[in-house]
């Protein structure tokens, strides 16, 4: 079964509309993060948070804001949604007492038209 | 300058045969880790197998394994007996530093396993 979850799956969104991505582990790892995955860039760490309440910025936070509300559940929500956030988002769980081995969600496919 | 360097874009093998994928790694801290994923083309992303760089043993789970070479920064992954359903683009990251969103991925190789 599936320990790390996202919604939607895929997505068409509007410039300027806000958009919200979901994402649910049962592995209870403290650690969770927001990918974004482009040809050319591979993947690329947009923010990340060490439990409840805690939200950190990754390497590309501009555009985005994370927010944490439990240990199982971790958004990834765009404001303003722009046609270069056009992407696949990938969440993942650390497991800290495994080197923080990553577990990856499906992944969400998002295209802002 | 990349951290983490893969330099085979595509292997093709036969089915059944052992496939080896390269990986370099950079870095200053005498403790890190290393890491295979797998991608396939449903675009689904699997943990496959890890080595901690103070363990001198080579990992090994199922048909997977590592070829550690400390000295030369070098983490190559090994799969024995390949199957069709082995085809998938596979990524090599490394994780140091305190910090636990220190992860740093390859470009990724693309294994085509022929029948």
């Known amino acids: 079964e599936a320990a790390v979850t996202q919604s939607p799956r895929n997505k068409v969104a509007v410039t300027g509309g806000k958009v919200t991505l979901s994402c649910n582990q049962t592995n209870n790892h403290n650690n969770m993060y927001w990918y974004r995955q482009d040809t050319g860039h591979g993947l690329r760490l947009i923010h990340y948070?060490?439990?409840?309440?805690?939200?950190e910025k990754g390497d590309i936070p501009d555009g985005y804001k994370a927010s944490r509300p439990s240990q199982e559940n971790f958004s990834l929500i765009l404001e303003l949604a722009t046609p270069s956030q056009t992407s696949v988002y990938f969440c993942a769980s650390g497991d800290p007492g495994a080197g923080n081995t990553l577990y990856f969600g499906e992944g969400s496919r998002l295209i802002v038209v | 300058a990349q951290k983490v360097t893969q330099t085979q874009t595509s292997i093709s093998v036969m089915e059944k045969t052992t496939v080896t994928m390269d990986c370099v790694y950079e870095?200053?801290?005498?403790?890190?880790?290393l890491f295979w994923y797998k991608q396939t083309a449903s675009g689904e992303i699997v943990f496959l197998i890890r080595?901690?760089?103070?363990?001198?043993e080579n990992a090994t789970v199922g048909h997977y394994s590592l070829n550690f070479q400390k000295p030369k920064s070098s983490i190559g992954l090994i799969i024995t007996a390949t199957q069709i359903e082995d085809s998938a683009v596979y990524f090599c990251a490394m994780r140091e530093g305190p910090g636990y969103q220190n992860f740093y991925f390859g470009k990724g190789t693309s294994l085509t396993v022929i029948p």
């Open positions: 080595q901690d760089s103070y363990k001198k």
């Open positions: 948070s060490y439990g409840a309440g805690s939200t």
């Open positions: 870095t200053q801290d005498s403790s890190y880790f």
